[in-house]
């Protein structure tokens, strides 16, 4: 019964169907009577529950719906959210207080009385959310001056999990604010031993910085004036998401990446700036974080970063992404009432505290240029890393760089990278379907390798059979929060009604390379409107163009994934707040 109750509960107001329930009680070899059992043990559960909350049955299974009752890992996973905001805004004292609330929540192992098929299936996703809570929290601690109090705690940690980098990285920096330089040496010695022997891999870039912030000196935690409480110089903002670790291929780009990040004060020179456009999960994102953790060395003022669109692909107002990198850079006169809601107000206080700093600035998911023009520095001393699915027209001085998919070897690698290599030298076959399956896109790459590392009793050969089928491909590219239809679907938002109606009109064709002309006898419209529907897709990142045919017409080639995107649109098939534009062409 504890087992039915925890895979309710964890599966966040979905239906668990008959047949998981089965699985995760009775593993291969179900009993005759499961159906029965299971129906026995939602009636007791119905009885211990009360009415306070409702077990429905819903086809194919169960569903649970809490009401106005808390679920522990609800609560968790919302004080967590809450917690990494507030981190993220330099909101130290808040951040460790909802972070030690989330954490308070967990009382003893999970899932100590359910089935170890269950635990299999979830144990490791719960424990690395409270690991990476518990890092969190320890980073707002050690933010606030408080490695004395976690000092013991710290150690024990790194003892319990001795290959947990940024715990040992956490640890070095607590032991040497307490003054005990080579003891936080010997933490580093002890782990690269650890992690040669135990994985046969050098420390990461994190536990390197921290090891070369030891040996320079440049640990000490900012001082403060005990009377007013603010920093007696500005705060360095360190706002980078985590770099990606296993990063594969992309030399050529990451040298251009370089080249902009390189500081270089001579003659001519012009402000460093880049916008990188490509596809939906092309990995735009990944590409400028990695190429700034890299470069990040060369800003002693500090490194920024502003997700720009919400999660469904709504542009985030500026004021709102001003205010925050205003906290990160430690501007209090934003408290004052109706700054926050100033644009004009919010652009001065940027550009007065950004002024001759050398910081490397990353705006991530821009959505057009009324939106980014606030958020660029008025300095020619800090680097600007843009990402944005279309190229911008007024980003100026920026060099474009438009991402393409990855090449097979890349793809392969990547693919390895994240399923672990022994399961794909092991069914090398296999492997090669699945990379052709995802069509060179990161994102694709990234969630079949992670669904493979997670079911390690799986063949290889199991998977590429789910993807090899088109009508289901795109549901299979789907694992927790990532999924290729998520992502292209965000590139709906701002897609104009003829650019739908052409992406709807282009899945009936076969083959993913058309002129104007061809879609237009599909469309039942003219040449010229369906060249007009075509490049709003490529405005949108939704489609490229492959080159010209013998009468010089524009070819256009549609990838893959996007085509059976565009198939499982229905003609009425609503999209999020669709622009209204003109339906005339504006050349």
């Given at each position: 019964?504890h087992?039915?109750?925890?895979?309710?509960?964890?599966?966040?107001?979905?239906?668990?169907?008959?047949?998981?329930?089965?699985?995760l009680?009775?593993?291969?070899?179900?009993?005759?009577?499961?159906?029965?059992?299971?129906?026995?043990?939602?009636s007791r559960?119905?009885?211990?529950?009360?009415?306070?909350?409702?077990?429905?049955?819903?086809?194919?299974?169960?569903?649970?719906?809490?009401?106005?009752?808390?679920v522990?890992?609800?609560?968790?996973?919302?004080?967590e959210?809450?917690?990494?905001?507030?981190?993220?805004?330099?909101?130290?004292?808040?951040?460790?207080?909802?972070?030690?609330?989330?954490?308070?929540?967990?009382?003893?192992?999970?899932?100590?009385?359910?089935?170890?098929?269950l635990?299999?299936?979830?144990l490791?996703?719960?424990?690395?959310?409270?690991?990476?809570?518990?890092?969190?929290?320890?980073?707002?601690?050690?933010?606030?001056?408080?490695?004395?109090?976690?000092?013991?705690?710290?150690?024990g940690?790194?003892?319990?999990?001795?290959?947990?980098?940024?715990?040992?990285?956490?640890?070095?920096?607590?032991?040497?604010?307490?003054?005990?330089?080579?003891?936080?040496?010997?933490?580093?010695?002890?782990?690269?031993?650890?992690?040669?022997?135990?994985?046969?891999?050098?420390?990461?870039?994190?536990?390197?910085?921290?090891?070369?912030?030891?040996?320079?000196?440049?640990?000490?935690?900012d001082?403060?004036?005990?009377?007013?409480?603010?920093?007696?110089?500005?705060?360095?903002?360190?706002?980078?998401?985590?770099?990606?670790?296993?990063?594969?291929?992309?030399?050529?780009?990451?040298?251009?990446?370089?080249?902009?990040?390189?500081?270089?004060?001579?003659?001519?020179?012009?402000?460093?700036?880049c916008?990188?456009?490509?596809?939906?999960?092309?990995?735009?994102?990944?590409?400028?974080?990695?190429?700034?953790?890299?470069?990040?060395?060369?800003?002693?003022?500090?490194?920024?970063?502003?997700?720009?669109?919400?999660?469904?692909?709504?542009?985030?107002?500026?004021?709102?992404?001003?205010v925050?990198?205003?906290?990160?850079?430690?501007?209090?006169?934003?408290?004052?009432?109706?700054?926050?809601?100033?644009?004009?107000?919010?652009?001065?206080?940027?550009?007065?505290?950004t002024?001759?700093?050398?910081?490397?600035?990353?705006?991530?998911?821009?959505?057009?240029?009324?939106?980014?023009?606030?958020?660029?520095?008025?300095?020619?001393?800090?680097?600007?890393?843009?990402t944005?699915?279309?190229?911008?027209?007024?980003?100026?001085?920026?060099?474009?760089?438009?991402?393409?998919?990855?090449?097979?070897?890349?793809?392969l690698?990547?693919?390895?990278?994240?399923?672990?290599?022994?399961?794909?030298?092991?069914?090398?076959?296999?492997?090669?379907?699945?990379?052709?399956?995802?069509?060179?896109?990161?994102?694709?790459?990234?969630?079949?390798?992670?669904?493979?590392?997670?079911?390690?009793?799986?063949?290889?050969?199991?998977?590429?059979?789910?993807?090899?089928?088109?009508?289901?491909?795109?549901?299979?590219?789907?694992?927790?929060?990532?999924?290729?239809?998520?992502?292209?679907?965000?590139?709906?938002r701002?897609?104009?009604?003829t650019?739908?109606?052409t992406?709807?009109?282009?899945a009936?064709?076969?083959?993913?390379?058309?002129?104007?002309?061809?879609?237009?006898?599909?469309?039942?419209t003219?040449?010229?409107?369906?060249?007009y529907?075509?490049?709003?897709?490529?405005?949108?990142?939704?489609?490229?163009?492959?080159?010209?045919?013998?009468?010089?017409?524009?070819?256009?080639?549609?990838?893959?994934?996007?085509?059976?995107?565009?198939?499982?649109?229905?003609?009425?098939?609503?999209?999020?707040?669709?622009?209204?534009?003109?339906?005339?062409?504006?050349?």
């Open positions: 019964m087992t039915v109750l925890a895979a309710l509960l964890l599966s966040r107001g979905r239906v668990v169907s008959d047949t998981a329930l089965s699985s009680l009775w593993g291969w070899d179900p009993p005759a009577t499961a159906g029965a059992q299971i129906y026995t043990y939602m559960l119905r009885k211990r529950l009360g009415d306070d909350v409702e077990i429905i049955r819903r086809q194919p299974g169960y569903l649970f719906v809490a009401h106005d009752s808390r522990d890992l609800l609560e968790f996973e919302d004080l959210r809450r917690g990494r905001e507030a981190l993220k805004a330099h909101a130290h004292e808040e951040a460790a207080e909802l972070l030690d609330r989330a954490l308070g929540l967990w009382q003893g192992p999970a899932l100590s009385n359910a089935t170890g098929h635990r299999d299936i979830e490791p996703r719960l424990q690395e959310a409270r690991s990476l809570t518990l890092e969190a929290r320890i980073e707002a601690d050690l933010a606030l001056g408080r490695h004395e109090r976690i000092l013991a705690e710290l150690t940690l790194v003892s319990q999990f001795p290959l947990r980098e940024q715990l040992r990285a956490q640890l070095m920096t607590a032991l040497y604010r307490c003054g005990r330089q080579a003891d936080a040496m010997r933490v580093y010695h002890d782990g690269r031993a650890v992690l040669a022997e135990q994985l046969g891999v050098d420390p990461g870039a994190a536990l390197n910085a921290t090891y070369q912030a030891v040996l320079t000196g440049s640990l000490a935690l001082t403060t004036d005990p009377a007013s409480g603010a920093p007696g110089g500005d705060p360095v903002p360190t706002m980078l998401p985590a770099d990606v670790e296993d990063f594969v291929g992309r030399a050529g780009e990451l040298a251009v990446l370089d080249a902009v990040i390189e500081p270089s004060d001579g003659p001519g020179w012009r402000p460093r700036r916008l990188v456009t490509g596809m939906a999960g092309v990995g735009k994102t990944a590409l400028v974080v990695h190429a700034a953790h890299r470069g990040a060395r060369h800003y002693p003022d500090g490194q920024l970063y502003a997700d720009l669109s919400d999660p469904d692909g709504t542009p985030r107002d500026p004021c709102t992404v001003l925050r990198l205003l906290r990160a850079l430690g501007e209090r006169r934003i408290e004052v009432p109706g700054v926050q809601d100033d644009l004009e107000e919010l652009v001065r206080l940027y550009r007065e505290r002024a001759d700093k050398r910081l490397l600035i990353v705006l991530d998911g821009a959505v057009g240029d009324l939106q980014l023009r606030p958020l660029l520095p008025n300095t020619v001393k800090s680097a600007v890393l843009i944005c699915r279309t190229r911008l027209t007024q980003v100026a001085g920026a060099q474009t760089m438009a991402l393409a998919p990855l090449d097979e070897a890349r793809s690698e990547l693919l390895a990278s994240a399923a672990g290599g022994s399961r794909v030298t092991a069914e090398p076959d296999a492997a090669d379907d699945l990379v052709a399956y995802c069509g060179g896109l990161p994102l694709a790459l990234r969630i079949t390798g992670t669904r493979l590392a997670a079911r390690p009793h799986w063949p290889t050969a199991r998977l590429a059979d789910r993807l090899a089928t088109p009508a289901a491909r795109l549901a299979e590219l789907s694992y927790g929060d990532l999924s290729v239809s998520d992502a292209l679907r965000r590139s709906l701002s897609l104009p009604a650019g739908l109606r992406l709807r009109g282009v009936r064709l076969r083959g993913g390379n058309w002129t104007a002309q061809e879609v237009a006898g599909v469309l039942g003219a040449e010229l409107e369906a060249e529907g075509l490049e709003q897709l490529v405005d949108a990142a939704l489609m490229d163009i492959a080159g010209v045919d013998a009468q010089g017409r524009p070819i256009y080639h549609c990838h893959e994934l996007v085509l059976l995107f565009a198939r499982t649109l229905e003609e009425r098939a609503v999209v999020p707040a669709q622009r209204a534009l003109s339906e005339t062409p504006m050349w």
